[in-house]
């Protein structure tokens, strides 16, 4: 195909169509995505406000909270007003944003999930010792460097992909941009740089993945290892929760990121990609508010 004019905009083909069945789809997931809003939007609300809630621990959970927020407000409102208005034209540079912000927000919350199971594993296995290992620098430290971690991978993301020439057919199927999707539309060779992206996810997922597996391995030990049977509870009920938000997003984004290009299809991308994308923020406050005593009392107050 002849190359076309790497200003023109693209055209998002979306998640949905104006079927009946699409159409309540459509209405859930709109749904979803208010509530995803509401429910991280308070839980960040919550964590400022309650002077209890001022610890470290929380302090990454409003941050993840935080990132989910931005994360569905990078994808769905766009989608949104496509399907109502009928324009599924998005601009080059709002096309970069997006591919900028999901690799930002999707790899932070990589780093953030790993940083919030070290703060898990302090707690419970060295509770004397917290305030001195989890101390607020590191808290800090931890924060931001999972922002700029992120950060890095959504700049070369972006970069990269927006360099190539693209063929005049300029139609994305999918309901954002993504790199690995508008890289199937460019006119040039981009084996080498479908190879780094590959290995670059697959590190950025397997590394913090492993720093999770590692720190609940001992914390499984030494909760195995407690004589008091309330402690016992209090440590599972507060690790259960980080464990069900780390296999939502992590179940999601390998089966996304890590299987190989020869398995991947249009379909289930944009599927996965709605999980992920979509309903994993709204679980998250979910499963924090309703398994954390805390978090309850300080909406109840």
Same mark, same amino acid.
């Given at each position: 195909m002849d190359h076309g004019n790497t200003t023109a905009d693209f055209i998002l083909l979306g998640l949905f169509n104006h079927t009946t069945a699409h159409q309540i789809l459509f209405g859930i997931v709109l749904a979803v995505m208010i509530s995803s809003l509401t429910? !991280?939007?308070? #839980?960040? %609300? &919550?964590? =400022?406000?309650?002077?209890?809630? =001022?610890?470290? #621990?929380?302090?990454?959970? +409003?941050?993840? +909270?935080? #990132?989910?927020?931005?994360?569905?407000?990078?994808?769905?409102?766009n989608m949104v007003a496509a399907y109502l208005t009928g324009n599924k034209s998005i601009s080059l540079s709002g096309c970069g944003l997006q591919m900028f912000l999901i690799p930002t927000l999707g790899g932070g919350e990589c780093f953030l999930l790993s940083a919030m199971s070290y703060d898990r594993y302090v707690a419970v296995c060295h509770p004397l010792r917290y305030a001195t290992l989890m101390n607020w620098p590191l808290c800090l430290r931890m924060a931001l460097g999972s922002w700029f971690l992120g950060a890095a991978d959504g700049i070369m993301q972006a970069a990269v992909t927006l360099s190539f020439p693209f063929c005049n057919r300029h139609e994305i199927d =999918?309901?954002?941009? $993504?790199?690995?999707?508008?890289?199937?539309?460019?006119?040039?060779?981009? +084996?080498?740089?479908?190879?780094?992206?590959?290995?670059?996810?697959?590190?950025?997922l397997l590394i913090p993945l492993s720093l999770i597996l590692m720190s609940y391995s001992l914390i499984l030990a030494a909760v195995?290892? #407690?004589?008091?049977? $309330?402690?016992?509870?209090?440590?599972?009920?507060?690790? @259960?929760?980080? &464990?069900?938000?780390?296999? %939502? *997003?992590?179940?999601?984004?390998?089966?996304?990121?890590?299987?190989?290009?020869?398995?991947? +299809?249009?379909? =289930?991308?944009?599927?996965? @990609?709605? *999980?992920?994308?979509?309903?994993?923020?709204? &679980? !998250?406050?979910?499963?924090?508010?309703?398994? !954390? @005593? $805390?978090v309850k009392g300080a909406l109840s107050k």
């Amino acid at each position: 195909m002849d190359h076309g004019n790497t200003t023109a905009d693209f055209i998002l083909l979306g998640l949905f169509n104006h079927t009946t069945a699409h159409q309540i789809l459509f209405g859930i997931v709109l749904a979803v995505m208010i509530s995803s809003l509401t429910g !991280n939007g308070l #839980m960040v %609300l &919550l964590i =400022h406000w309650d002077p209890r809630l =001022h610890t470290p #621990m929380y302090f990454l959970l +409003s941050q993840l +909270s935080l #990132m989910d927020m931005m994360l569905v407000c990078t994808t769905v409102p766009n989608m949104v007003a496509a399907y109502l208005t009928g324009n599924k034209s998005i601009s080059l540079s709002g096309c970069g944003l997006q591919m900028f912000l999901i690799p930002t927000l999707g790899g932070g919350e990589c780093f953030l999930l790993s940083a919030m199971s070290y703060d898990r594993y302090v707690a419970v296995c060295h509770p004397l010792r917290y305030a001195t290992l989890m101390n607020w620098p590191l808290c800090l430290r931890m924060a931001l460097g999972s922002w700029f971690l992120g950060a890095a991978d959504g700049i070369m993301q972006a970069a990269v992909t927006l360099s190539f020439p693209f063929c005049n057919r300029h139609e994305i199927d =999918h309901f954002f941009c $993504e790199a690995p999707t508008l890289v199937r539309l460019a006119c040039s060779d981009t +084996s080498a740089f479908a190879y780094a992206m590959y290995i670059c996810c697959v590190l950025m997922l397997l590394i913090p993945l492993s720093l999770i597996l590692m720190s609940y391995s001992l914390i499984l030990a030494a909760v195995l290892h #407690m004589r008091s049977t $309330e402690a016992r509870k209090k440590a599972c009920a507060t690790c @259960s929760s980080h &464990l069900a938000v780390v296999g %939502l *997003f992590y179940g999601a984004a390998i089966f996304t990121y890590v299987r190989p290009t020869s398995y991947r +299809s249009a379909n =289930h991308d944009k599927v996965v @990609s709605a *999980f992920y994308a979509i309903f994993t923020p709204m &679980l !998250n406050p979910v499963i924090y508010s309703l398994r !954390n @005593s $805390e978090v309850k009392g300080a909406l109840s107050k």
